[in-house]
C-alpha cells in the first residue's frame, strides 16, 4: 500500500475526529482523598446548626494566592450544600465586618501569627468573633495546586489528545472563637485528569475545590455530627 492511499481517506477521518473532539466539552477523572482529625470534645449537631459559621482568608504560600479566591468562593458553596441549616459567612462579609470595627490589625495579627506558630491566638480570635457574632470559625488552607500536560498519543505526526493532569491539596480547621480551642482538622488532595485537544482549555479551580471541599466536610465533620 501506497502513503498516498492511507494519508487521504484515514486522515479525512482522523481530522473530522479531531475537530468533532475539539467541540466537546473535556472528559475529567476524579480522584479525591482526605484525612479527618477531630479533636476533644467533639463538636455535637445541635451545636453548631444554632451558630453561624465564619470563612476567615485561605492560608496560601505567595506563589498561590491568585487562587486563593477561587478555593474560598468553593468553600462557601460547598459547606452550604453540605449543611444548609447552618449560617456559613463568606470571607468577603467577615472581613468587611472587621474592617468596619476597626479590627483589620487585629485580624492580620491573627493571620501572621497563625503563619508562624500554627495557633490561632485565643484573644485575638475572640475579638474577632465576638465582633462578627460567631462562634466558630474556619480557617482553609491551600497547600499545593500543581498541573502538567501529558501527550497521549500521536498519529502521523499530528497530536491527537493531550491530558492535563491538575493536583489540589487543601486544608481546613474549625476553631472555637469562645475558648480558643480547635475543634476539627481536615487535609485532602484530588487530582483531575482532563482529556483535551485545546491546551487553553482549563479545569474550573473553583468546581474542584467546591467537590474537595464537599468531600472533607462531608467525610470528616458532618459524618461525626450526624452520628
Known sequence: MQNGGFDSPMRRRAVLVLSL???????????AHTTSVPSPPPLGLAELGQESVATLGVVAPAGLQGAALSVSQGLVTAFREAAPSVRVVPNLETVSVLNEHGLAP??????????????????RLHRIGSALGCRYVLLPGLGALDQAMIDRFDFSGLKVVQRRITTLRLWLQLWDSHTGRMLWESSGEATV???LLRPERTVPLEGMARRLWLRMLRDGLLERRSQ
Open 21 to 31: 473532539l475539539a467541540s466537546c466539552t473535556p472528559i475529567h477523572r476524579w480522584h
Open 106 to 123: 487585629e485580624y492580620g495579627d491573627l493571620i501572621s501569627g497563625f503563619a508562624r506558630s500554627g495557633i490561632l491566638e485565643r484573644d
Open 193 to 195: 485528569a482532563t482529556e
